[in-house]
């Protein structure tokens, strides 16, 4: 079984700043990790994805995620954060030979002016 | 690009009622997956299905039931609706079991239980 852990609830950050969202997660097996991004009232939209290769992840939007399995962390990153980036923010795993994806309780990242 | 797409978008019951809710996957997707995400929650895994077939189980409840009809779309079947199961529920689809893993969602269902 796989479980996710989003280390921060909510995430308050000022226009331009960068921006970490912590995850880590714990499985019996390797799994495949990804951020998806829900905006209000809206359905989820990935963000990135990793499921093998190079630990250092590039998404959209600007964002970028690194996979350390020794501290099985996933963390999000972005140098520099828009009002627009305003949002929740939920890290997932997939074990492999599994189906569905286990969701991290979330963190929701405020960007103020 | 074609999405998934979900109907209706927003269902108003009562409780004791019944609902249907349906997902229809992106074109040459063969697998479906269901999700519940109550307020201010992260989304639950329900029920998958692959080539028609359960394919994994969550935390479905009893009273809910799903299948994946020939042309791949997929119904949601909700009897005895009780209030804690006003939510949004997610479908997404993917192209096979295989290295692809990525799940499209949908834009979701709200279910309002009254």
């Known amino acids: 079984a796989q479980s996710v852990t989003q280390l921060d609830s909510q995430v308050p950050v000022f226009e331009e700043a960068p921006v970490e969202l912590r995850c880590n997660y714990s499985?019996?097996?390797?799994?495949?990790l990804f951020w998806y991004v829900q905006y209000p009232n809206q359905g989820l939209q990935l963000l990135l994805k990793?499921?093998?290769?190079?630990?250092l992840v590039k998404g959209i939007n600007g964002f970028e995620a690194e996979f350390n399995k020794s501290q099985t962390s996933f963390h999000l990153r972005k140098p520099s954060v828009h009002i627009s980036d305003t949002a929740e923010y939920f890290c997932?795993?997939?074990?492999?030979?599994?189906?569905?994806?286990?969701f991290g309780a979330g963190t929701r990242l405020f960007v103020k002016a | 690009a074609a999405g998934v797409i979900q109907s209706p978008r927003h269902l108003i019951k009562e409780k004791r009622e019944t609902a249907t809710l349906k997902c229809y996957p992106i074109p040459r997707h063969d697998t479906v997956y269901w999700y519940q995400q109550g307020p201010g929650q992260d989304p639950q895994f329900l029920i998958s299905f692959y080539e028609k077939m359960q394919s994994d189980k969550g935390s479905i409840p009893d009273r809910f039931s799903a299948q994946q009809f020939s042309d791949y779309h997929s119904e949601l079947n909700m009897s005895s609706l009780e209030l804690g199961d006003s939510a949004l529920y997610f479908c997404?689809?993917?192209?096979?079991?295989?290295?692809?893993?990525?799940?499209?969602f949908g834009p979701g269902t709200r279910l309002t239980v009254t």
């Open positions: 997404a689809s993917s192209s096979g079991q295989g290295i692809a893993y990525e799940q499209y």
């Open positions: 499985s019996s097996v390797s799994v495949y």
């Open positions: 997932a795993v997939i074990g492999t030979g599994g189906f569905k994806t286990i």
């Open positions: 990793y499921l093998s290769g190079s630990t």
